[in-house]
């Protein structure tokens, strides 16, 4: 009986990844769609030029395909949520698979919104933001539904706990930035890399240049604080997870300046959101996850020289 709740309990940790790496796609998706400006090929919602599958042609194939994607998520969702609801013992845990349904309900609305509204600024930001707080959700579940998940690790690692959350909200903060950079099409306001206008601080003069500048000195704290979580990860115990957010950060810095320099590419662009979601989603691991490898090692070792005491004493 206890293999057979552990058996459940792995595959609803795979179903949760499984959710989870299918709403980075969506993000990527939705990227995709803002990258190409295709964000009104299809003029209509919830159907598609009154069709469940147009024609996938032109701008239709990324704003279509953004939706069939995002009805994807949103079955995997429901399931998770349903599989939680039946097999969680922990009631926070069903409620976070809830909250995740609402989530991904209200970014569908949101995203219709955008639509029938013709891409008001406010809802697409909005759209933006929820679609990084539902990936946020979908990572958590994964974790702690994960069978070596410790509720006491954090606070066994204070410093790593408090400085990736830190991150996480720093991060979340960029990347809201990022949204009212690109739904205001601000991207290529500063032209320029590394300086601004050729001066390291540009004149303020207009929101594009204001909100452009922002995101670049934002950039300087998110990078200064993955870097003190990197650190804080190694001595955490953390390492491979440490230099995965750290190898994020580095291509994230180098895939805004090749955004830049490369006049808004649509694949450069595109993988410099994704790889901003996945820096979200790290932080967020190294907040709420697992012991590391080092803390079970040192966990294993102490067992064994218990028993060899336990051994010596009878002798």
């Known amino acids: 009986m206890g293999e057979a709740v552990q058996g459940r309990s792995i595959a609803l940790h795979r179903f949760a990844v499984v959710t989870a790496a299918a709403t980075l796609g969506?993000?990527?998706?939705?990227?995709?769609?803002?990258?190409?400006?295709?964000?009104?090929?299809?003029?209509?919602?919830?159907?598609?030029?009154?069709?469940?599958?147009?024609?996938?042609?032109?701008?239709?194939?990324?704003e279509h395909g953004h939706r069939m994607v995002a009805t994807t998520v949103g079955i995997l969702t429901v399931v998770l949520a349903v599989w939680l609801a039946?097999?969680?013992?922990?009631?926070?845990?069903?409620?976070?698979g809830l909250l995740a349904v609402g989530a991904v309900v209200a970014q569908g609305v949101l995203g219709g919104l955008t639509v029938i509204f013709l891409l008001p600024t406010a809802v697409s930001v909005a759209h933006a933001c929820l679609a990084q707080t539902f990936f946020c959700l979908t990572v958590a579940i994964a974790v702690v539904t994960s069978p070596r998940w410790d509720p006491t690790a954090a606070a066994e690692r204070e410093p790593l706990t408090r400085l990736a959350a830190l991150t996480v909200f720093a991060v979340f903060l960029q990347l809201a930035i990022g949204a009212v950079m690109r739904h205001t099409k601000a991207g290529l306001a500063i032209p320029d890399f590394p300086l601004s206008l050729g001066r390291v601080v540009p004149r303020l003069d207009s929101f594009p240049v204001a909100i452009a500048f922002a995101h670049r000195a934002w950039a300087i704290v998110v990078a200064a604080l993955v870097f003190a979580t990197v650190v804080a990860a190694f001595r955490g115990g953390r390492r491979r997870t440490g230099l995965f957010l750290?190898?994020?950060?580095?291509?994230?810095?180098?895939?805004?300046?090749?955004?830049?320099?490369?006049?808004?590419?649509?694949?450069?662009?595109?993988?410099?959101?994704?790889?901003?979601?996945?820096?979200?989603?790290?932080?967020?691991?190294?907040?709420?996850?697992?012991?590391?490898?080092?803390?079970?090692?040192?966990?294993s070792r102490s067992e064994r020289r218990g028993a060899v005491s336990m051994l010596l004493s009878e002798q």
């Open 86 to 96: 039946r097999r969680e013992p922990r009631r926070w845990v069903r409620r976070l």
């Open 26 to 62: 969506l993000i990527v998706a939705g990227g995709l769609v803002t990258s190409t400006e295709s964000g009104l090929s299809v003029p209509d919602w919830p159907l598609s030029y009154g069709k469940v599958m147009p024609p996938m042609v032109g701008g239709v194939f990324y």
């Open 246 to 299: 750290g190898a994020l950060v580095l291509a994230q810095i180098a895939l805004g300046a090749l955004t830049v320099v490369s006049r808004k590419n649509v694949a450069i662009t595109t993988a410099h959101v994704a790889t901003g979601a996945l820096l979200l989603g790290t932080s967020l691991v190294l907040a709420i996850g697992s012991p590391g490898l080092k803390s079970l090692s040192r966990r």
